[in-house]
């Protein structure tokens, strides 16, 4: 209820009667009014900027791509926009001033995931893509090169995450396939078969009961969860690939208490 009234206010504003075809929020306040941004993108080839919490339009691009938008993110530091389009290519955006920043060119097919890793004041800061030619581009925002081309999946490329220390980067598909990579290298590490078609994968660190009772809690641990065709989240040990039963799972850890995934 919540999601489809928040997306008629917005379109409202816009009087934009195009179909959305993707969405993002920024993750920390970044707007005048510090409640950060909302980016919504339509058939239209048209890319709004909302500021929040007023749903004020901040920004207007009348055609942001020469095909539809298909994914977006933010950045963590709610700054910057990612937008993939059907014809593979990537652009960032800045969110304040609304114009683009990057054009990203290299994908064969329909951009399907991105996921941004910036960190250390703008020292690391990079792009991941990924698309239907399943492949999955590592592009550096400073130099705009990209680093690597990461091959391993035999489906389109639904899902991409980034750990915090930039170290690990994982990517799921449709190929019912969870790949863990080195992003530094750009070297495959292990692959985590899942047993269905993957549409929305992520990161989350959780404590893990080491036994019964209270008091029980082992090491903190990163998860990754899925989402797919069996119509349920589940969750994987990244460090060993085993499923964890959502029982075991005793709290997360800092601020995240939620995974959010919208399709």
């Not at 075809?21 to 970044?30: K, R």
């Amino acid at each position: 209820m919540f999601s489809s009234i928040f997306l008629y206010q917005a379109n409202a504003v816009a009087q934009d009667t195009s179909a959305v075809t993707t969405l993002t929020i920024t993750p920390s306040p970044a707007s005048p009014l510090s409640g950060g941004y909302l980016l919504t993108a339509t058939r239209s080839l048209a890319l709004q900027i909302y500021s929040l919490p007023s749903l004020a339009l901040h920004r207007s691009i009348p055609k942001a791509h020469e095909a539809p938008i298909i994914t977006c993110a933010s950045d963590p530091t709610g700054t910057l926009f990612a937008t993939g389009a059907a014809d593979g290519i990537v652009k960032v955006w800045d969110a304040n001033k609304g114009h683009c920043t990057h054009v990203f060119k290299g994908h064969g097919g329909v951009i399907s995931a991105l996921v941004f890793d910036i960190a250390d004041g703008g020292k690391r800061a990079r792009l991941v893509s990924g698309a239907d030619d399943c492949k999955i581009r590592v592009w550096d925002l400073r130099t705009r090169e990209c680093l690597h081309v990461l091959d391993g999946h035999v489906s389109v490329v639904r899902g991409l995450d980034v750990t915090p220390d930039g170290n690990t980067l994982v990517s799921g598909g449709r190929d019912k396939v969870v790949n863990v990579w080195d992003l530094d290298r750009g070297v495959l590490r292990r692959t985590l078969p899942v047993f269905e078609t993957l549409e929305a994968i992520g990161l989350v660190e959780v404590a893990v009961e080491k036994g019964k009772g209270k008091g029980k809690e082992g090491e903190i641990k990163w998860v990754v969860f899925s989402g797919g065709d069996k119509g349920i989240v589940r969750l994987w040990d990244l460090a060993t690939g085993e499923p964890l039963d959502g029982k075991k799972v005793a709290r997360t850890t800092g601020k995240t208490h939620e995974i959010l995934d919208v399709m």
